[in-house]
């Protein structure tokens, strides 16, 4: 994602247009994104599986179990791109373009100027979405259960939680009792990262 949000942050033809186009992820609805993506893996009459067979590869059938969490992964990693560009392209527009000269006139190149200026300076960005990141895929339910209604190698914490509170079963409050307690789990990682995040900008600042 940083490559993409560095490629923005300079000034080309387009780049505005492709900006706005990389944010449609996030302006559509997670239903029209999952049934999209739902249609697209389908194993007979997809898109992707068109395409691989053009390439002369096999078809995946990539909503089974055994491809289940490998396609709500990238159909996660596509809803996620927009929010990751944002911050980074914000991040990066915040550091001064003195700093560079300053660091081209001395004889740094690209490489030197981004491990000595970008990364050092970034960090902080860096590491809140990566949090952030982090926590929505933990809570994620709507494109897994749009996709494969957590089937497979694709259940998680947050659609196991799901299925018990609002699935079929005999008993409603065994079920509603379990599924707070996964709801729990999901909250305590989440406090606990963020408590993680906390303490590694402390001792940034110490430094």
Do not use: C
Not at 9 to 28: D, I
Not at 116 to 145: C, E, H, M, N, Q
Not at 154 to 177: C, E, N, P, R
Not at 182 to 199: D, K, N, P, R, W
Request: charged share 10%; no cysteine; aromatic share 14%.
């Amino acid at each position: 994602m940083f490559p993409v949000a560095s490629t923005f942050a300079k000034h080309f033809p387009l780049s505005t247009v492709l900006r706005g186009l990389f944010l449609v992820p996030w302006l559509l609805p997670i239903i029209v994104s999952g049934t999209t993506w739902q249609w697209m893996m389908d194993a007979d009459s997809g898109i992707l599986n068109r395409f691989l067979g053009v390439v002369g590869i096999d078809p995946v059938w990539w909503l089974n179990a055994e491809h289940a969490l490998m396609s709500v992964t990238i159909a996660n990693i596509w809803l996620g791109i927009p929010f990751n560009l944002v911050i980074l392209y914000s991040g990066l527009q915040n550091i001064s373009a003195d700093l560079y000269e300053a660091a081209a006139l001395d004889g740094a190149g690209a490489w030197r100027q981004f491990w000595s200026i970008t990364f050092p300076l970034l960090r902080p960005v860096t590491a809140i979405t990566l949090l952030l990141g982090f926590v929505y895929t933990l809570k994620v339910v709507d494109i897994i259960w749009i996709m494969t209604m957590g089937t497979g190698s694709s259940q998680t914490l947050a659609t196991w939680a799901y299925a018990m509170a609002f699935g079929k079963g005999s008993s409603a409050v065994i079920k509603y009792s379990e599924a707070s307690v996964v709801g729990t789990i999901l909250l305590v990682v989440a406090l606990v990262m963020g408590f993680v995040y906390l303490a590694v900008q402390r001792r940034q600042v110490e430094r």
